[in-house]
């Protein structure tokens, strides 16, 4: 016999019914399964191997607050099958993660009013959800395949490379879900832009931005008080092509030079933190002067790097929301980056925005800055106030706001 899901007659956010139904991943949904479960709307949470930091498994990635422990839908297996396909160096690893992730998904169904689901794991569940009557969203936290392709494609080609899609197959499967769900909540409007160019109808877009989880600790320090005048440059992030690096050390050499040679003895430096993937490997063994690179360090030391450097540049090629530059921006830098980076930075008033792929742009940007110290502490001084603003109303509540509005829609 089919199981019908109804809405209740008069549905109200103070509801205690449980009513959400969530597929995804650990990062920024870990945030939104706390506020739920904290207001009594979490029914299922789908996802990777969870844990509060006790038992036989706890691997640090999949850490969460104590009262999602209980909330069910954590499964293991795809962990575990992930992981050796990572090992065996298997092709579309991420196939033996995602795939049995959303097959474990669809062969539960809750009593819930929505379907709230990230991209790759939540199409199979959809289906089964939209016959029960519940709502679907497909949560778009990076740019679709499409969209991606056009942004590195010609440049991965001009470092002798072919960009390509870990797996086509879930490449098509996000763009489906996009499509195939009541709404998309998308954290930007870099991301936005990619999905009105993939065909997915305006109207059904959400702009539901998310904040760091770190920017909150960020704010709580102050900048330490700095006794040289020596300006600090930083880049935070995974080290690749894509991450718009060679941009970045190409203007690195010009700026190094013209300031080592200025008549009023400035003294500049740049600092990379980061794992640097397979495409960048060469590049940070051959770094030009002035430059270091400290690879990937824990969270704590990011903190201290952020909150002693003067500009920070993310010239990214390609990405959803970059939790990099927010940050950079509640740790009080003045922000350089690009619109593809979809950070929240307004150009001009808590960042300078500048064209991808463009080591001038990057040149002219940061002169700017240096050349200009009040310019540099008055767009710092507004990108922490942003950060400080967005917190406010937090990620969660803003995400159920966007649930009553599609309620209030669907009837």
């Known amino acids: 016999m089919q199981r019908t899901v109804r809405p209740p007659a008069t549905p109200s956010k103070n509801t205690k019914i449980p009513d959400i139904w969530m597929i995804g991943r650990i990062d920024q949904f870990a945030t939104l399964a706390a506020h739920l479960a904290q207001n009594t709307r979490l029914a299922r949470w789908d996802s990777f191997w969870r844990h509060d930091g006790t038992g036989l498994i706890c691997p640090p990635a999949r850490k969460v607050a104590l009262e999602l422990t209980t909330i069910p839908g954590r499964h293991l297996l795809p962990d575990m099958l992930g992981k050796a396909a990572r090992k065996l160096h298997l092709p579309a690893h991420t196939l033996y993660s995602d795939i049995p992730l959303s097959l474990l998904a669809a062969s539960?169904?809750?009593s819930a009013?929505?379907?709230?689901?990230?991209?790759?794991?939540?199409?199979?569940a959809m289906r089964r959800a939209k016959k029960h009557g519940m709502i679907t969203i497909s949560d778009v936290t990076g740019q679709l395949a499409p969209i991606r392709h056009d942004q590195l494609a010609t440049t991965y080609q001009a470092h002798g490379r072919t960009y390509r899609e870990i797996s086509n197959f879930l490449a098509r499967r996000r763009t489906a879900e996009a499509h195939f769900a009541d709404a998309v909540f998308a954290p930007s409007d870099t991301v936005i832009d990619g999905l009105i160019k993939c065909g997915v109808a305006s109207n059904k877009i959400f702009h539901i931005p998310f904040i760091a989880p770190q920017c909150q600790t960020l704010l709580q320090f102050p900048r330490p008080k700095r006794t040289d005048t020596d300006i600090r440059l930083l880049y935070v992030g995974n080290i690749s092509i894509a991450k718009g690096i060679p941009a970045l050390l190409d203007a690195w050499r010009s700026l190094h030079a013209s300031f080592q040679s200025d008549d009023k003895g400035q003294k500049i430096s740049l600092t990379i933190i980061g794992r640097a993937q397979p495409c960048a490997k060469g590049m940070v063994k051959n770094l030009p002067a002035g430059c270091r690179w400290l690879g990937p360090l824990p969270q704590s030391e990011v903190a201290k790097h952020l909150l002693s450097a003067d500009i920070f540049a993310f010239p990214s090629l390609s990405e959803g929301s970059s939790?990099?530059?927010m940050e950079a921006m509640a740790a009080g830098c003045a922000v350089i980056t690009t619109h593809d980076a979809g950070s929240p930075v307004i150009d001009h008033t808590s960042g300078l925005i500048i064209a991808p792929r463009d080591p001038v742009a990057l040149i002219t940007a940061v002169t700017t800055l240096i050349n200009n110290p009040t310019l540099r502490q008055t767009i710092a001084d507004a990108a922490r106030k942003q950060i400080k603003n967005a917190l406010m109303p937090g990620y969660g509540n803003r995400v159920?706001?966007?649930?009553?509005?599609?309620?209030?829609r669907h009837g």
């Open 400 to 408: 159920e706001l966007a649930y009553e509005q599609l309620l209030s």
């Open 113 to 124: 009013r929505i379907l709230h689901g990230q991209g790759n794991y939540s199409l199979p």
């Open 323 to 325: 939790l990099a530059t």
């Open 108 to 110: 539960h169904l809750p």
